[in-house]
């Protein structure tokens, strides 16, 4: 599939490597998707066979109840950490833009509601640890996170929900230094992933 979406590279100069992983299609036409260098001129299936055999025993999940701008930076950092799936909490209907694509490489999984999420994520036997800076909350900074387990985050305009928060084992806050009451959702994630990546990678 050819996409021009960003810089990348020409097209292969012949002869094409003997690879099955490689899209003839982006071998004669240019890459210019925004994969890693060494993903270039692979298929989107060949991509996602190779992230599937490293992903990390981490899942994010968020709650999207009026279709939150954050959730598509949410998933484009939960690829950007190889994390083993995403989960849309609520609508189905997510959007789309801040992903830049990078939805196609992953596992997103929807649930109607929290229930449903938690459910699941009990029968996986996976910890759930809402992230937000809410009363009750303890400091991400220095605290080990489970090697497998689910982080949870709320919605831009209403934060975690009381239902999600039900559901959490423990809510983690990222402690602030100035006067805004929060950051963003997706600066949030993107600090939490990045917190449990330092820990165990
Ligand atoms: C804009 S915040 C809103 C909620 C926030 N509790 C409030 O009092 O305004 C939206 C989401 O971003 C994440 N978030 C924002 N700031 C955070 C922080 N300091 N620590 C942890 N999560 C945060 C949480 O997942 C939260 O649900």
């Known amino acids: 599939m050819t996409g021009v979406d960003g810089p990348g590279v020409g097209p292969h100069p012949q002869p094409w490597p003997d690879d ?44 999207n109840w009026g279709r939150d701008f954050n959730i ?30 990078t939805d196609r490489y992953l596992h997103v999984h929807h649930h109607d509601d929290v229930e449903a999420f938690a459910a699941w994520a009990a029968g996986e036997g996976l910890p759930v640890l809402g992230i937000d800076n809410v009363p009750g909350s303890v400091p991400l900074e220095h605290r080990p996170l489970p090697r497998a387990c689910a982080l949870l985050f709320g919605e831009e305009s209403t934060g ?26 997706g600066a949030a994630a993107a600090v939490a992933m990045w917190a449990w990546a330092i820990q165990h990678t």
Request: proline share 3%; aromatic share 4%.
């Open 20 to 63: 099955e992983r490689l899209d003839p299609e982006l071998l004669a036409h240019g890459d210019h998707r925004n994969v890693a260098d060494r993903y270039r001129y692979w298929t989107v299936e060949a991509i996602v066979a190779d992230l599937d055999s490293r992903r990390h025993p981490l899942h994010v999940a968020i709650e």
């Open 72 to 101: 598509g930076s949410v998933v484009r950092t939960a690829n950007a950490f190889n994390v083993a799936g995403v989960h849309v909490i609520g609508r189905r209907r997510w959007n789309r833009r801040g992903a830049m694509v």
């Open 160 to 185: 975690l929900t009381p239902a999600a928060q039900a559901a959490c084992e423990a809510v983690l806050h990222i402690t602030q230094h100035g006067s805004t009451r929060s950051i963003n959702a």
